[in-house]
């Protein structure tokens, strides 16, 4: 059996993963990552549109803090959210982005004097301050009080993850590149590391750590037409599943972003709409106004889908042979502006379309996006069930984003998730030892290699891909931005049905090594069973909060469903998982539940909430008048941080204003 | 929906690790749909027809740099290839020449891409190591972020080393994209390498004065990066520090 040794063992090298693997490594730390891909081809390089983090430079993002960053999140999130993890993120997200830019990240920066911009339709004139001049610029993004999207041009992501691997490579961090990771090692309590197959030679090898961090990214792939890369499968979460013992939450909460181009699915960044961009019907008629006379375009994700598709539902929709579409217009921010902030848009209209955005509407509808459910994780990123398990990022639940993630909050996610969960990761290698137990790492090995066998050897009649397009269809077709009980217990029947079929597979192409086929076959059961607890979970959960929204039970129920829904799968001839519910503690929110801003408040109430308001109003005149934004923050909700990100984020209307600074201890 | 012309593939075949495999071409045929890519057609023939076919995309929307192959005899991203753009119907595939082959149209650029890193290290060296992240950022000309944002686009695709001359003749040349990479880094303000740093690494026959000026990166680059005007300004920066 071929072993391999780290400390640190993180599987999956976008943004999150490679976060975490640099904070190991700073500590000194044996540090080693897997990935199916190069780093740089990860999926955190799709991200077109930005980062939060609440820098205040933009005199459009004046008197954001911390705070309303926070705000914005839980209610983003439908209050699903864990406010603390919120918290640690709004507190972190500035010290992420000014880390990026000492790594290389070329922000887009503020330039002095006045500025035109889109706003509602109308040209605006902005006045930049002179002293933002050359500071880190943001555009507005959906369902953000102030503009907080940092951003470069519409490639952040790219920036971002050039600047991190290429810091990793600076840094000698190994990448095990084309490798898959296909079981957990472990013994029921703690994990030891991880089976993988090399995509190349076919080669199985035992990768043995202290810590294992799954950074997988999300399971958009279980759909039909996602906008995710191809290798978004959902396989990190499988392996957590099939451990038989952590747990995933919340895997119902699925995104639908607004604007996928139609046919295929390829995204066009929220940033359209955040510059100014419009939705228009078959007449050209702009509605969202009609819907949501507030915040129209740049509503939250979850709210903007769901009024498309009321909107196509009454025909207003546009006939494709693809089915309705809406337009999305940005031909109003000019043709320079789309030339220089909107170029990879530009670039996938004129390759995907043949059409010039500057001239000519956009054909959209909204598509699968996010997985805002995943390997459930306490705040510091660890598995409450399995010791040295960690998981960040789109991978994980950790849980910052509840049932709807907010624009520009998932690529601060990874950064920031993963610059605080990697000094957690750190302190566990430091504060344990390795235990090796070779005969459970063969046990394991054994395992895998008897599945491959069975693919290969083996006598079965169903194909791969044929089960996987049936598993996306079903999906899309009956798990998607609207719900209804009918359709979900269809789906989960359906589902077991194919996972049932999955155990007889057969595969053409026999090889041992690079073998496409077997490949697929190897993922197609597992991404079945997070498919599963997906529909599962949306069966069970009765009522609609963020993302996910029942026809049959519109109201969100705070009373009975204030809650996160657990998944695990503990036996392995199941053919469904198991649920159970984490309730979230109301008399410990810093925000109890309220309306969000959307529609009718149709929310039924948790008992609970009064008597924390009352409770939050009595802490508050018990502090008195003197007290500051912090001192209220801590009273209401504490919460926990590595001691070196603790402290305090300068911003520009500090050093504005020498004599009321609150600047505070700084390192 | 009218049905779809018939595409006739031909398509490089070889897996290096089967003892006895040989290089060949082999031909498919499969019906044309509306806003076909050569993404979606392999996809469909590795499915439908032979599942044993090596390829590789990840985001398969142009951004990621995955699937560069070279179609009808010029290097480019498969993804974004509609197949409408040919007019005959005939599309014929081969991997990237310049790499590593894993198998059939599958090459190894992220290998290539890390060692290239490493030997030229291409990655931005501060001039200072004690920038707090808890204050305000260092301020930079919006002019300057906007520049290094342009050259940064590279998505390492290998399209510009395949198509190079002088790297099919000089293995070591480094190609459009280690300069290109360099002449970013060069232009950063926050990166404390001089002139002279970077001459140790291209100011020689590997480098800038390999480069034969045969355009074949910069008509070929899928994100037209400028890579001539780069080639040419570190090319006179390298000869002025010899002055």
Same mark, same amino acid.
């Not at chain 1, 451990?243 to 607004?258: D, I, K, S, Y």
């Not at chain 1, 929220?270 to 969202?288: A, I, W």
């Not at chain 1, 750190?426 to 459970?440: G, M, P």
């Not at chain 2, 498919?28 to 509306?34: F, H, K, M, N, R």
């Given at each position: ?88 993120? /709004? ?5 992420? #982005?000014?880390? %990026?830019? !000492? ?7 503020? &330039? $002095? ?124 979460? /499988? ?5 038989? #013992?952590?747990? %995933?939450? !919340? ?7 607004? &604007? $996928? ?407 | ?243």
């Amino acid at each position: 059996m071929k072993l391999i040794y780290t400390d640190s063992l993180v599987v999956g090298a976008g943004l999150a993963g490679l976060r975490v693997a640099i904070a190991s490594k700073e500590r000194g730390l044996d540090t080693l990552v897997l990935s199916l891909i190069p780093a740089k081809r990860s999926h955190s390089a799709a991200a077109q549109g930005g980062m939060q983090a609440s820098l205040g430079n933009a005199v459009k993002g004046m008197g954001d803090d911390e705070d309303v960053h926070f705000q914005d999140t839980v209610k983003g999130s439908d209050w699903g959210c864990d406010q603390e993890v919120a918290r640690m993120f /709004a507190h972190c997200a500035p010290k992420a #982005v000014r880390e %990026l830019a !000492n790594w290389g990240v070329p922000w887009t920066r503020v &330039t $002095a004097g006045p500025r035109d911009v889109i706003v509602n339709a109308q040209k605006v004139t902005l006045q930049e301050a002179e002293e933002a001049h050359g500071l880190i610029n943001a555009r507005d993004f959906g369902g953000t009080k102030k503009w907080r999207t940092c951003y470069t041009a519409d490639g952040t992501g790219h920036s971002l993850l050039y600047a991190m691997d290429n810091k990793a490579i600076s840094m000698d961090i190994p990448v095990h590149e084309r490798v898959e990771a296909l079981a957990l090692i472990h013994d029921g309590k703690r994990c030891h590391g991880v089976i993988a197959r090399c995509l190349i030679t076919g080669e199985l090898r035992a990768y043995v750590a202290k810590s294992t961090t799954i950074a997988t990214g999300g399971y958009g792939r279980i759909y039909e037409v996602s906008t995710n890369a191809i290798i978004c499968e959902g396989i990190g979460q /499988a392996l957590a599943l099939e451990t038989g #013992v952590a747990t %995933l939450g !919340n895997m119902e909460a699925v995104q639908f972003h607004p &604007t $996928a181009i139609v046919p295929v699915g390829i995204l066009t960044t929220e940033g359209c709409r955040g510059d100014g961009g419009l939705l228009r019907d078959k007449d050209g008629y702009r509605f969202m106004p009609d819907y949501e006379p507030e915040k129209k375009e740049l509503a939250s994700r979850d709210v903007v889908s769901r009024r498309m598709t009321e909107h196509m539902r009454k025909g207003k929709g546009v006939d494709s042979p693809y089915g309705p579409h809406l337009w999305l217009d940005i031909t109003l921010l000019g043709r320079k502006h789309i030339e220089t902030n909107l170029r990879e848009v530009q670039e996938i209209c004129e390759n995907f379309l043949g059409i010039d955005p500057a001239k000519d509407w956009i054909p959209v509808r909204p598509t699968q996006h996010y997985s805002m459910g995943g390997i459930r994780t306490k705040a510091t990123g660890e598995s409450p069930q399995l010791k040295g398990l960690f998981s960040v990022g789109e991978a994980a639940c950790w849980d910052m984003h509840g049932f709807n993630r907010l624009g520009g909050n998932s690529l601060a996610e990874t950064v920031v998730g993963g610059m605080i969960i990697g000094k957690y990761v750190a302190d566990f290698c430091e504060n344990n030892s390795l235990e090796i137990d070779t005969k459970l790492a063969e046990s394991f090995m054994h395992k895998v290699k008897a599945e491959i066998d069975s693919l290969i050897n083996g006598d079965g009649s169903e194909n791969p891909f044929e089960i996987k397009h049936q598993m996306q269809r079903i999906m899309m077709d009956y798990v998607g931005i609207f719900r209804n009980g009918p359709e979900l217990d269809k789906a989960v029947t359906e589902l077991k049905a194919l996972l049932e079929r999955s155990r007889n597979l057969s595969i053409k192409c026999k090889k041992r090594h690079a073998n496409p086929e077997l490949v697929e076959a190897l993922r197609v059961k597992r991404m079945l069973k997070v498919a599963l607890t997906v529909a599962c979970g949306a069966a069970a959960r009765t009522e609609s909060r963020g993302a996910h929204a029942r026809e049959d039970y519109p109201q969100r129920n705070d009373r009975d469903w204030l809650n996160r829904t657990l998944a695990s799968w503990p036996d392995a001839n199941s053919l469904e998982p198991v649920l159970s519910y984490e309730p979230l503690d109301v008399m410990k929110m810093e925000l109890p539940p309220g309306y969000r801003g959307y529609g009718i408040d149709n929310a039924i109430v948790h008992p609970d909430t009064a008597k924390r308001e009352q409770q939050i109003a009595e802490i508050l005149a018990s502090l008195g008048e003197d007290a500051d934004r912090y001192q209220r923050q801590a009273a209401l909700m504490p919460f926990d941080l590595p001691p070196s990100l603790q402290a305090k984020n300068e911003r520009l209307s500090d050093t504005l204003k020498p004599a009321a600074n609150t600047r505070g201890e700084q390192s | 929906m009218s049905q779809g012309r018939q595409l006739t593939f031909n398509i490089f075949r070889y897996d290096p690790q089967e003892p006895n495999d040989k290089p060949k071409m082999v031909r498919y045929q499969l019906t044309e749909t509306p806003g076909m890519t050569v993404f979606i057609a392999l996809n469909k023939l590795r499915e439908e027809q032979d599942t044993s076919l090596q390829f590789d995309f990840v985001c398969r929307a142009g951004i990621c740099g995955s699937c560069a192959m070279v179609i009808n005899g010029f290097p480019t991203l498969a993804c974004r290839t509609l197949t409408a753009k040919y007019p005959k119907g005939e599309i014929t595939l081969m991997p990237l020449p310049g790499f590593e082959l894993i198998g059939d149209l599958s090459v190894n650029t992220g290998k290539f891409m890390r060692e290239l890193a490493e030997r030229l290290k291409l990655w931005l060296h501060p001039k200072s190591n004690d920038i707090s992240i808890h204050r305000l950022e260092e301020p930079m000309a919006p002019e300057e972020a906007a520049r290094l944002y342009e050259l940064e686009r590279c998505v390492e695709c290998g399209v510009c080393v395949s198509a190079c001359a002088t790297k099919q003749m000089r293995d070591t040349f480094v190609g459009a994209v280690g300069m290109m990479k360099i002449a970013r880094f060069e232009l950063d303000s926050r990166d404390a390498r001089s002139a002279e740093d970077f001459y140790h690494v291209i100011g020689n026959q590997d480098g800038v004065f390999g480069c034969m000026t045969l355009l074949g990166c910069q008509d070929n680059c899928p994100k037209d990066l400028p890579h001539m005007q780069q080639i040419a300004y570190l090319r006179r920066k390298m000869a002025m520090t010899l002055v």
